[in-house]
């Protein structure tokens, strides 16, 4: 049986920070938790150290995770599982943060293969798709270097003005895009909405955990504070070097838009697709996971199938879908594992 694209419901684990308000307005839905400000999109990744919860439920009951596993080449394609095996490779989120999220930062693959027993680490990228308040801004990366004793000693003392202190500290409206290479520490601040972007893990290094956390062991996931620091880039980031990682693409005219950063592209890709009525996009066979941001369309697919697209729908698209096309009046986020020539496990 030929598998074609799902349209999926909102899914929602519960987080330790506010948000979710932006995501009910964009499905056009009501907000039903003050803490729901991560929906999980064809999501086949749990919560760290949790079995289920985060997973995607298919409209069959199935969870995404299991029917992919069992039907790898039809939902992956065989030349993505030669190289990342049956994993999907990425995970996408819709967050809202309804106040900043604390100072982290996330493992590359070498540190979570050797603590978490991972294959992926957790790289990310943020597409900001709106911005509420009166200050939206992002946290990437220190101003400045710094010695990991440093940054050890503001974490034992929970010393949060100088931790955000030395961070970048930039302005976004929508249509910018930051590149999050693992390591780099980070924050989103409150009234910032992206689609994220990520490896296919939860691990968040979280070295501001007073007020948001538990325990400092929710903040080092049980390896220790000395040991997660390790993992940290301590680097400078300066304007040029941030420059390489932030993209400002509001402005781009063109019906595809390559939303990321150079670099992102072992890790994940996502375009910006926009249709009018006199144009209609192609788009190659692929896992893919859709996020309409507004308008209409219809997405038919090489077998005859046709689904209707709105505002604020979530699809996942299966590579047995074939070759696709985009058709109507909409605009949508198309976010996609690494090209397997890019990626091996």
């Known amino acids: 049986m030929t598998l074609e694209p799902i349209r999926l419901p909102a899914n929602q684990p519960p987080q330790f920070y506010r948000g979710g308000d932006a995501i ?3 499905r056009g839905a009501p907000a039903e938790t003050k803490f729901g400000p991560e929906d999980w999109v064809a999501s086949a990744t749990t919560l760290f150290g949790q079995e289920t919860n ?59 293969k050797r603590h978490f027993d991972s294959h992926f680490g957790k790289t990310e990228a943020w597409i ?26 503001w974490t034992r003392e929970q010393d949060v003005p100088s931790m955000l202190g030395a961070l970048n500290s930039i302005p976004v409206s929508p249509g910018d895009t930051v590149y999050i290479p693992a390591g780099l520490p980070h924050a989103i601040g409150e009234g910032v909405f992206v689609v994220e972007l ?43 070097r941030l420059e390489t990682i932030i993209k400002r693409t509001a402005a781009d005219p063109a019906a595809t838009v390559d939303l990321l950063a150079g670099g992102s592209e072992r890790f994940f890709r996502a375009e910006q697709l926009r249709t009018d009525t006199t144009t209609t996009l192609s788009l190659d066979p692929s896992f893919a996971v859709l996020v309409v941001l507004d308008g209409e369309g219809t997405l038919r697919t090489e077998h005859g199938g046709e689904h209707a697209l709105a505002k604020g729908d979530t699809y996942v698209v299966p590579f047995d879908a074939g070759q696709t096309e985009l058709s109507g009046t909409a605009t949508v986020i198309r976010c996609r594992p690494p090209a397997p020539e890019e990626r091996h496990r």
């Open 198 to 240: 990520q490896q296919p893990t939860d691990f968040s290094l979280t070295i501001e955990w007073r007020d948001f956390l538990a325990s400092p062991e929710k903040g080092h996931l049980g390896i220790g504070f000395d040991t997660a620091i390790e993992a940290l880039d301590t680097s400078g980031w300066d304007v040029e």
């Open 24 to 26: 009910a307005a964009l």
């Open 54 to 112: 985060g997973l995607t439920r298919l409209p069959d009951g199935v969870w995404l995770r299991d029917a992919v596993e069992a039907n790898a080449n039809g939902w992956l394609g065989a030349k993505h599982v030669e190289a990342l095996g049956t994993s999907t490779g990425l995970l996408v989120k819709l967050l809202d943060a309804g106040q900043r999220l604390p100072v982290h930062f996330h493992p590359d693959d070498a540190f979570a």
């Open 128 to 153: 900001v798709v709106g911005t509420y308040g009166d200050d939206p801004r992002v946290y990437p990366g220190f101003k400045e270097t710094l010695s990991k004793a440093t940054v050890s000693e």
